[in-house]
């Protein structure tokens, strides 16, 4: 799927063909993201068909190694490149149409772009993952929680090399496409309460994201993290156009809804599928009621994130999902 694209493109229309025959939900049914990780798609790059290549895509620009496996989206190499000061040196600004996965990714976007011949909307890859998501990858988590206590300032070059680099991605996206992404996205599995500190998120990644904020007309559209967000939230609602946030099954929902509710934010509520899903029908309802009851002024989007569930059994939580929402009078399934 990711050497061909034609293969790209027939087994994404497969997958968009499957959804709309099985799964009765409310999504529009061009609207996708290939690969079996579906990235989020945020207002400003909505279509038919978005290119999709895995986590190593932003990683793949600075020079780790992209790992492909038979049955599997692309992983990146669990190997840190950057060891040394001296590694960081002598690193280059990745180049847009040279640099890691970007010859794959213009080529693909190009013969697809030609083969669709204008009957389906092709969305170029934008870059999601965040500064320090990216720094954990080409540094190793223990480094990088080492240079925190003992070599600061190395870490903020880092940090730094990081976001100008995606900055400067982002420009040459826009005069390629000849379009501009006025919002941006933060894929930021990494910034972890239970691994950063409050006051470590404060001095050495908000920085950063704020930057990046900063540098798109409308902000952040969409803060991604399946790690606890709880003792974050505070400084993650400063952040500039914030519009929808996830909230993983180790974050305060609750809290949550205090804190992002009146500032209108989509609380994205990922459940928990020992604990909410593989359950008996009465059971989901029960949980689906509860949650909505808990932000009743806010914005909440349910995820049951069922990965590698069977069929019968995300059908089952969809006709579950609409018989609340229709009794509450409130929600749509996507």
Same mark, same amino acid.
């Given at each position: 799927m990711?050497?061909s694209?034609?293969r790209?493109l027939?087994?994404t229309?497969?997958?968009i063909?499957?959804?709309?025959?099985n799964f009765?939900?409310?999504n529009p049914v061009g609207?996708?993201s290939?690969?079996a990780?579906?990235?989020?798609l945020t207002?400003?790059?909505?279509?038919?068909?978005? +290119?999709?290549?895995g &986590?190593? $895509?932003e990683t793949? @620009?600075?020079?780790?190694? *992209?790992?492909?496996?038979?049955n599997m989206?692309?992983?990146?190499s669990p190997?840190?490149?950057?060891?040394?000061?001296?590694?960081?040196?002598?690193m280059n600004?990745?180049?847009?149409?040279?640099?890691?996965l970007?010859p794959?990714?213009i080529e693909f976007?190009?013969?697809?772009?030609?083969?669709?011949k204008n009957?389906?909307?092709?969305v170029?890859?934008?870059f999601?993952?965040?500064?320090f998501?990216?720094a954990?990858?080409l540094r190793g988590l223990q480094?990088?929680?080492?240079d +925190?206590y003992?070599? &600061?300032? $190395?870490?903020h070059? @880092?940090m730094s090399?990081? *976001?100008e680099?995606r900055?400067?991605?982002e420009?040459e996206?826009?005069?390629?496409?000849?379009?501009d992404i006025?919002?941006a996205?933060?894929d930021n599995d990494?910034?972890d309460?239970d691994?950063i500190s409050?006051?470590?998120?404060e001095?050495?990644?908000?920085?950063?994201?704020q930057?990046i904020a900063?540098?798109?007309?409308?902000?952040?559209?969409?803060?991604?993290?399946?790690?606890?967000?709880?003792?974050?939230?505070?400084?993650?609602?400063a952040?500039?156009?914030l519009r929808?946030?996830?909230?993983? &099954?180790?974050s305060?929902?609750e809290l949550a809804a205090q804190?992002f509710g009146p500032r209108?934010?989509i609380?994205h509520?990922?459940?928990?599928?020992?604990r909410?899903?593989y359950?008996?029908?009465d059971?989901m309802r029960a949980r689906l009621r509860?949650?909505?009851?808990?932000c009743s002024?806010?914005?909440?989007?349910?995820d049951a994130?069922?990965?590698?569930?069977?069929?019968?059994?995300i059908?089952?939580?969809?006709s579950?999902a609409?018989?609340?929402?229709?009794e509450l009078g409130?929600g749509?399934?996507?």
């Open positions: 990711f050497s694209p034609r790209y027939e087994n229309l497969k997958i063909l499957f959804r709309a025959r009765l939900d409310d609207v996708t290939a690969g990780e579906a990235t989020e207002s400003d790059q909505q279509g038919d068909l978005m +290119l999709y290549f &986590p190593p $895509f793949s @620009l600075f020079g780790l190694e *992209t790992i492909y496996d038979q989206d692309p992983r990146q190997k840190p490149i950057i060891k040394s000061e001296t590694d960081l040196d002598a600004y990745p180049d847009f149409y040279k640099s890691g970007m794959r990714t976007y190009e013969e697809i772009s030609k083969m669709v009957r389906l909307e092709v170029f890859p934008v999601c993952r965040g500064p998501s990216i954990w990858a480094n990088c929680c080492v +925190l003992r070599n &600061p300032d $190395f870490f070059r @880092l090399f990081i *976001t680099s900055i400067r991605w420009k996206r826009r005069r390629y496409l000849g379009c006025r919002r996205q933060l990494e910034v309460g691994i409050k006051d470590h998120y001095k050495f990644i908000f920085p950063y994201e930057k900063e540098f798109h007309d409308n902000g952040i559209f969409y803060f991604h993290s399946c790690g606890n967000l709880t003792r974050l939230y505070d400084r993650i609602a952040l500039p156009g929808r946030i996830e909230i993983s &099954p180790a305060d929902l804190i209108r934010v609380l509520k990922r459940l928990d599928p020992q909410d899903v359950v008996t029908s059971e509860t949650l909505i009851a808990k002024d806010a914005t909440i989007e349910i994130a069922p990965l590698d569930s069977p069929v019968e059994r059908q089952e939580w969809i579950n609409r018989t609340v929402t229709s409130r749509t399934l996507a």
